[in-house]
């Protein structure tokens, strides 16, 4: 059966954001506030991006549970769980904004959990020296995306009462996919896509384009990512021209559900290990003591004895192991399952009852508590979690400018939040996703009004038109084509087993073999039925989509020689210092993904003069030591 025959609904605005999540409201309200029209775009319903998942809080240096906090602790920090392989202005800035935007929140409504002094609370998490989260239970994901919801509401008020019109300034487009950016002499111009219930095709003419997509977790077998999480900005920025950096280093959470199955792959915050959470074997033992890397043993507990102190005194021991970044934390379960000491369905256990009461679990983690109990029957008041790593993050992501979150390369076209590269280098500390959002979702809004001002309009030519058109309707007029489920599956396999989360050479080189085979075959997918309701016709786009970020994960794996934070080679099983100073760019001519080295960006005088050059020497080389500061 053919594609029915669609009538164009064209658009006009001065930017269009794609992605509807933290980063993608948080931009659009700057836009918006700097007196452009927008546009937004959401894959799925308004209010339904994976934001909502990031439940334990969001990471600012404000002080309120510890004074000594700040943000050269906080930059240190996120150097340190990224392994320095961070661009450091990503990370300055981050450090240095997150309080006022974690301080708009609620100045927008967000009701964070309080101290007694009637301060914002704030609580311990991974690779955080201070308890520097701010939260509202465990769910605070979804009361910022409740927030940003309510202030692009309130815009929209604003714009009726000045303008006659809610929609005159900013709209939301939803359920509908973008498939492709347009540029027309080598600047931006718009998008094109498609509304997911009918099919039919839209355009939007827009000079400046900000990509919000999120992540790439539907790439892999297990994920803690909802059927949204397809590499669609990664892929989308490749297409028109921009770079990805370091796409090898991906995030596998390490507690993840893992039985029973109907919660598999569900995260379980990290919180419930900030809150006392303890991390056990099949025999009992508390395992994470003998996972201590080298580079963090002066910051971690060795014994249970004193990480059972720090959560009652901070400041005179040294923090429990099971709160060691989540690359380490991944590895070390990891281990422990291959060894043969996990759990009967391939996990560990995680037992937040043995800590605190019942009472407190319910009012800290009521999320936790009520989910588990309600859909799995799993009563975390009383028993421990099965839990194990599950595909999560990715620290990859388009290649950007970082004060204006300009993607490099490609005049107006801007990416903030998860589908930005560079900000968490080999490894995102938990909580820096939220206030990274936040602030780069701000700077991409900012970045979007500061270009507009020289490129006020845009137009798309009618030959970008029809060739769009005419991506889209193929997938229709092929017959007995290969299927796209199918090859989702094949692809979901091929990473689980062969880019996941330890790696080596020789199942890298298969991996990408079998990635450009199904690449091949990709092409001749067909789609049967009609354009209505028909979840094939999605995923055919999907499909693409995930099969470049794919060969772009196991082309800059397979580049990377070396073992560091979200990557891990058993055949290069160290760090190495002469690795960390280069990202990999990936780039798409069309046909194939090639992968490059660049010197990283070294930290300017006053930000290297924050670490002790003895902490230094265990990441850097002589040479960069030398060169480096003052000390």
């Given amino acids: 059966m053919t594609t029915e025959i669609t009538t164009l609904e064209r658009h006009k605005y001065d930017v269009l954001v794609i992605g509807a999540g933290g980063a993608g409201l948080r931009a659009a309200v700057e836009a918006r506030e700097s007196g452009l029209r927008v546009a937004i775009i959401c894959k799925s319903l308004f209010g339904k991006a994976h934001t909502v998942m990031a439940e334990g809080g969001a990471a600012a240096s404000m002080g309120n549970a510890n004074s000594n906090d700040n943000w050269q602790v906080h930059f240190r920090d996120t150097m340190r769980g990224g392994k320095f392989l961070n661009h450091f202005r990503m990370a300055e800035l981050h450090a240095k904004e997150s309080p006022d935007r974690v301080w708009e929140l609620e100045m927008w409504g967000a009701l964070f959990d309080r101290t007694k002094e009637g301060k914002i609370s704030q609580r311990n998490f991974g690779g955080h020296e201070y308890p520097r989260l701010a939260h509202v239970g465990d769910r605070t994901g979804l ?157 971690y507990a060795d014994n249970e ?27 070390a379960i990891n281990s422990e399952v291959k060894a043969g000491r996990g759990s009967e369905h391939g996990g560990v256990f995680l037992d937040v009852s043995k800590r605190i009461s019942a009472e407190i679990i319910k009012k800290r983690l009521p999320s936790m508590w009520h989910q588990f109990y309600e859909l799995a029957g799993v009563d975390i008041t009383k028993e421990a979690m099965e839990v194990g790593p599950t595909c999560h993050y990715v620290m990859g992501g388009v290649e950007v400018e970082p004060d204006t979150a300009a993607a490099v390369g490609v005049p107006g076209l801007f990416a903030a939040g998860e589908v930005a590269g560079g900000m968490h280098g080999s490894n995102r500390l938990g909580g820096n996703s939220l206030s990274d959002l936040l602030v780069f979702g701000r700077r991409a809004g900012m970045g979007a009004a500061a270009y507009l001002k020289e490129n006020k309009s845009a137009s798309v030519s009618d030959a970008s038109v029809s060739a769009a058109a005419t991506r889209i309707a193929a997938p229709f007029a092929r017959s007995g084509g290969e299927n796209s489920y199918s090859l989702h599956a094949e692809l979901q396999e091929i990473t689980h087993n062969l880019v996941g989360i330890i790696r080596t050479g020789e199942e ?16 001749n997918v067909a789609v049967a039925g009609g354009r209505k309701f028909n979840p094939g016709f999605h995923l055919a786009f999907d499909l693409d989509n995930m099969l470049l970020v794919a060969e772009s994960t196991a082309k800059s794996a397979i580049s990377r020689e070396e073992s560091r934070g979200g990557h891990t080679r058993d055949d290069f099983p160290g760090m190495d210092s002469d690795w960390r100073q280069y990202n990999h760019i990936s780039s798409f001519n069309g046909t194939e ?39």
């Fill in 143 to 299: 009361e910022l995306i409740r927030t940003m919801q309510q202030k692009i509401v309130a815009l929209q008020q604003a714009d009726k009462r000045e303008h006659g019109d809610y929609e005159s300034h900013i709209k939301v487009f939803a359920e509908l996919t973008i498939t492709e950016i347009l540029k027309e002499g080598g600047k931006i111009a718009g998008a094109y896509g498609y509304w997911r219930e009918s099919g039919s095709e839209v355009l939007f003419e827009a000079p400046a384009v900000i990509i919000a997509t999120g992540g790439v977790g539907k790439t892999f077998k297990i994920t803690s990512n909802s059927w949204e999480g397809t590499g669609d900005g990664h892929a989308l920025a490749l297409k028109v021209g921009a770079n990805l950096v370091d796409m090898e280093f991906l995030q596998f959470h390490p507690t993840g559900m893992v039985w029973p199955p109907s919660v598999r792959g569900i995260l379980v915050t990290e919180s419930v290990r900030g809150e006392g959470g303890i991390l056990t074997n099949n025999k009992g033992e508390r395992f994470m003591f003998k996972y201590i890397p080298d580079v963090f043993k002066d910051k």
């Fill in 305 to 331: 004895e004193e990480a059972d102190r720090w959560y009652v005194d901070q400041d005179n021991n040294r923090r429990p192991p099971e709160l060691l970044p989540r690359d380490e934390v991944a590895r």
């Fill in 508 to 523: 890298l080189k298969s991996a990408i073999a079998k990635i450009a085979d199904i690449r091949k075959r990709s092409a």
């Fill in 593 to 631: 993904v090639s992968v490059r080295k660049q010197e990283l960006v070294f930290m300017p005088e006053e930000l290297f003069d924050l670490f002790d050059i003895e902490e230094l020497r265990k990441y850097m080389t002589p040479e960069e030591i030398a060169k480096g500061g003052t000390k």
